[in-house]
């Protein structure tokens, strides 16, 4: 059997000469596939570098990382030699908060910041609740799922396809429910928070309290659809980012297909 990639990082269309780099880490459960229908719709200005989580997809027979610090650790050295250009972190859910980390021990390293911080899907880091769903047995763990949506009934239903992926599920849900906020500085980029209008984790009251993380300036923004309204509002979320980055990459970007 071939051994599972330990390489942290997917490119599924490496663009060397982009003037930005960015960097998109996945929900609690989610691979960097999640984010591979984002690289034909971006412009040749932007490279998309996906993190990809051990434990499934192409990793999964690789040991599952279930530890904030070491998650960061490990995406920050692998992306220190991509740091040749600005670049900007997208985070989804849980991704949100490991990107804010991974914004901090970047430029604790001597990095620089991105130059924006996309945190969607997710209460600030000092605000969000702690949890034990990681401790339910695998019902309750189910019904967490059902309850947020992005999880196929089908793939819930299959004995086979159930165990593993409740297997890597509980392990990022034990990440990021034992997660507390590292201590230092807050940052000093710009944070966009993108989320669903009706999102049952997150509004935009406490969307706004990620004025917290940083120092420069926060928005929000807030899209028709539930936690996981990326997938079919990715035209508009893309469109959304771009002119965040640089109005002019809207512009450049290839034209928008037919289906979502």
Known sequence: MTAAPTSWLRRPRPRPG??????????????????RAWAPLLPDGVDLVCVQYPGREDRFGAPMVDDMSAAVSAVAGELAPLLDRPYALFGHSMGS?????????????????PERLFASGRRAPADAPPGRVHECDDEALVAELLRLGGTEAEVLADPGLREAVLGYIRNDYRLIERYRPFPGPPLDCPVSVFLGDADPEIDTSNAERWS?????????QVFPGDHFYLAPRRREVLAALLRRLDPSLVTAASPWPSTP
């Open 18 to 35: 982009a003037g930005i780099r960015l960097v998109c880490l996945p929900h609690a459960g989610g691979g960097a596939s999640s984010y």
């Open 97 to 113: 908060a490991v990107a804010y980390e991974l914004a901090r021990a970047l430029r604790d390293g001597g990095a620089p910041e």
């Open 212 to 220: 917290a993380t940083t120092t420069a300036r926060v928005d929000v």
